[in-house]
């Protein structure tokens, strides 16, 4: 998968994709990322890239022109999928991560200030994409946010495809709770099961609190989960117990 970000800031995005797990795939190939410095395209010789929005006293918007530039050195005639991370874009979840792991080149702008002309939007963005209900400086924690999601999903990045299978939101479930060693700290055991060896019984454990960590931290998932018989029962028996108390 080849990724391009266009920025004002590359060496933000850079510092970020050269660490750990991401920065790893990246060595290993497994993704290629291309940080574009916006401001490298304007034709200002003061180097602007912005100017003040029509009818507004406040704030600067950033211009077409620079990163429509920017955005053709980058293709170089390939026509990549563009997104524009934006707080009126849908908001990101596993399942985009996953569809867009699946695509080989993605171009993406990160906007700043006030954000950008909605003129440069309509001739080269296919997709918005927010991170969220909220507003931030710039697209470039957003960028990130959203290659890292896609990346851990390429093949190559984790070890194991479970790694990211068995995780939280995957398949609409969160995940199960976890714990290393030592075997008791501050007087709190390790479940049993967990150390019993049985892989059915701990399948069962893990699927059950599956079902009850959703149920307590995000029911509103429950809804659309696809949930069995025994599911069910974990449900029910839990609100029964809650009742009862
Ligand atoms: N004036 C814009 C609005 O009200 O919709 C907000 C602009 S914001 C201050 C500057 C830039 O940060 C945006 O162009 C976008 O690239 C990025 N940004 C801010 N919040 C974001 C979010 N929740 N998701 C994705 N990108 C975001």
Redesign the pocket.
């Known amino acids: 998968m080849r990724i391009d970000i266009a920025t004002l800031f590359p060496e933000m995005c850079e510092y970020y994709l050269n660490e750990s797990i991401v920065g790893r795939a990246k060595e290993k190939g497994v993704f290629e990322v291309y940080c574009h410095n916006i401001r490298d395209y304007t034709l200002d010789k003061h180097r602007r890239v912005d100017d003040t929005p029509y009818s507004e006293q406040k ?1 600067m918007l ?1 211009q077409c022109d620079p990163i429509f530039r920017c955005f053709e050195a980058a293709a170089q005639g390939r026509k990549p999928h563009v997104i ?6 849908k908001v990101l979840t596993q399942n985009r991560c996953r569809e867009l792991s699946q695509l080989s080149d993605i171009f993406i ?8 002309d909605e003129r440069v939007i309509e001739e080269i963005v296919d997709e918005e ?11 470039e924690l ?1 960028a990130l946010v959203l290659v890292d999601g896609v990346v851990r999903m390429l093949e190559g990045t984790l070890s194991y495809a479970d790694c990211y299978e068995d995780e939280s939101h995957y398949s609409g479930l969160l995940e199960y709770p976890q714990y290393t060693r030592p075997e008791v700290w501050h007087g709190r055991k390790v479940p049993e099961v967990l150390l019993s060896g049985h892989h059915a019984n701990i399948a069962r454990w893990r699927r059950e609190q599956r079902i009850l960590t959703t149920l307590k931290k995000r029911p509103d998932m429950l809804e659309s989960a696809d949930l069995d018989e025994k599911d069910m029962a974990v449900i029910d028996n839990f609100n029964k117990m809650k009742n009862e108390q």
């Not at 994409?129 to 697209?139: A, E, F, N, P, R």
């Open positions: 704030g950033m524009y991370m934006s707080p009126q874009g702008l990160c906007g700043h200030y006030e954000g950008v994409i927010s991170i969220g209900d909220y507003v931030l400086t710039g697209g957003p």
